[in-house]
């Protein structure tokens, strides 16, 4: 690994770290969940805006459709 990290012109630590397996699990994990959220609230902003557009789209066609009044 470290002659890989060197490879790509990366640091190497000279020693295992502060952060115990366990501390690093919790933050991947908060930082999984925040993106996860993250992501949900993306998929559903697009999922409205789909949304919005097809409701307007059959708003158009249905006003097209209406027969003109008499002038």
């Known amino acids: 690994m470290d002659d890989f990290l060197r490879f790509n012109e990366r640091e190497v630590l000279p020693h295992a770290g502060k952060i115990s397996k366990k501390q690093a699990d919790t933050k ?3 930082a999984y969940e925040l993106f996860a959220a ?5 998929k559903e902003i697009i999922g409205e805006n789909d949304q919005f557009a097809q409701l307007t789209a059959a708003a ?9 009044g008499k002038k």
């Open 38 to 42: 993250q992501r949900q609230a993306r």
């Open 60 to 68: 158009k066609r249905i006003a097209d459709t209406k027969p003109k």
């Open 28 to 30: 991947a994990h908060a």
